[in-house]
């Protein structure tokens, strides 16, 4: 059962279904549903029962048959890279669901970088985003991770920021810099922040000095 508090890791196994290279060194990784979460959530992941865990947003809705997870390999980390290597078929010791970043129907703007798309991706597949702004920022184009989809649904509600190239189309620069070229932040909105250190702690910033009040702001760093 999915709670909004920290739960003890007791690890389960579970039989990888998919694992999917959906761009240079980002894989989407799943398994059979078993738990029910609320959108937003974590999941613990280990290749082995003793093994200490990584923690993973879920990338899926929340009434899908599979769960999924998006991850970036790190070359030289502990488990990423032994993960992207997993086939269909093998196993990987998933916890309970849990964490307190979650989404509702209430306005909403979703800012993230990389990989921290992840949870807002969740939220969308689980029927959110007709209230909710999501912006994303990434270096490369191919980084847009379920982009078509995205861009079909939510429309101009889908904001694609691009740091190192451009389509014509993006907005050609850092999420940060988009923010800051913002005439005003609507009230009455929450104000989401998901992926690396460096991007919430920037985007909170610019957000508090655009008059956003701190308890409006709601981050959840990949560190
Ligand atoms: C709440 C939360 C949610 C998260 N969700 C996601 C997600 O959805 N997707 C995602 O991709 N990540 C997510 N993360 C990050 C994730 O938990 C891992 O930290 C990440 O995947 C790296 O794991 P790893 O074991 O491969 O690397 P690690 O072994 O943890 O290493 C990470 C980096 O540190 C370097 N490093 C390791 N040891 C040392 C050392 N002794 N000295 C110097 N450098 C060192 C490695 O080279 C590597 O680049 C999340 C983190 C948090 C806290």
Known sequence: MASGKMEEAVMRPVTLIRNEEISPRVHLISWRREDDFLPGQVVKL????????RIYSLCSGNREEEMAVLFNVREEGSLTPRMAALRPGDRLYVSAPY??????EAPAWWIASG?????????FRSGLGSHHL???????????YFGEELQREMGSRYVRCCSREGDGEVFQG??????????????????????NPLMVVEARDILIA?????GDIVAEIYF
């Open 134 to 144: 999501l912006v994303h920022g990434v270096r490369y184009l191919n980084q847009f």
């Open 46 to 53: 280990a290749l082995g029962e003793g093994e200490t865990p």
């Open 210 to 214: 655009g008059g956003v009040p701190w």
């Open 174 to 195: 850092r999420l940060t810099a988009w923010l800051q070229q913002q005439a005003s932040f609507p009230s009455g909105t929450r104000y989401y922040l998901c992926g």
């Open 115 to 123: 990989t921290g798309i992840a949870p807002f991706y969740s939220m």
């Open 99 to 104: 964490g307190t970043f979650l989404g509702d």
